[in-house]
């Protein structure tokens, strides 16, 4: 074994996947001291330590002792981990696209809401949450202006129904809001009560595990 390549491509992986040194000696039931000795090159892990130290960071034994630029499966993860956002944004336009459409916001939003909890289901089950902060962080915003579009727009048809008399079923209403003074509360309100709901959703979830790196994963490596 190399130990400069070795040392090298471990540093690399640990912070990548933001562990230190102490999380890592866990996983491992080595002293802290000892990984430190493999970044420094002072010395080099057991050959029974191999698979386990592979199966952390998600890529070949062979690419962990080997000097060459096979970045195949490293790339692989980094791919995955932004699927994630991937789900969210397709939520977000799918939400807009069946607006457009004049299919009933609230079926909308239901779709939308169902796919922003897939976004996180699959960045629990199959990424290493290194993205999960910005993942948070995006859902956060696009929850403020789907919810504030949901909610402007049921508070206006209220509105309507109070004003005409009449019960209204159908699409989304579009009205110039700036020729419309008694509609400008209903459209305030709804901005306000979708900033609420978007400050909890982004309270929740920074505080849940979907914001952690690998921590827990691989407990019996």
């Given at each position: 074994m190399d130990e400069n390549v070795f040392s090298k491509k471990f540093i690399t992986l640990r912070?990548?996947?933001?562990l230190t040194q102490q999380e890592i000696a866990d996983r491992l039931n080595v002293s802290n001291k000892t990984v430190s000795r493999w970044e420094t090159a002072e010395g080099y892990p057991d050959i029974d330590l191999l698979p386990k130290i592979a199966s952390i960071f998600h890529v070949s034994i062979d690419y962990l002792l080997k000097d060459h630029d096979d970045f195949k499966e490293i790339d692989k993860v980094d791919i995955i981990s932004y699927f994630p956002w991937l789900i969210s944004l397709f939520g977000v336009v799918?939400?807009?696209?069946?607006?457009?459409l004049t299919i009933p916001i609230i079926f909308n939003f239901i779709i939308y809401y169902f796919i922003v909890k897939f976004s996180y289901h699959f960045l629990k089950q199959y990424t290493d949450r290194k993205n999960g902060n910005t993942l948070v962080n995006l859902n956060t915003v696009s929850i403020f202006f789907v919810a504030s579009s949901l909610l402007s727009?049921?508070?206006?048809?209220?509105?309507?129904?109070?004003?005409?008399?009449?019960?209204i079923i159908g699409g989304n209403v579009n009205i110039d809001m700036m020729n419309s003074s008694?509609?400008?509360?209903?459209?305030?309100c709804g901005y306000i009560i979708a900033a609420i709901y978007a400050f909890i959703h982004y309270k929740g979830h920074k505080t849940e595990e979907y914001c952690q790196s690998i921590k827990n994963q691989n407990e019996d490596v």
């Open positions: 912070k990548k996947f933001n799918i939400f807009y696209s069946f607006c457009a727009n049921l508070f206006i048809l209220i509105v309507i129904m109070d004003v005409t008399g009449n019960i008694q509609f400008m509360l209903p459209y305030f």
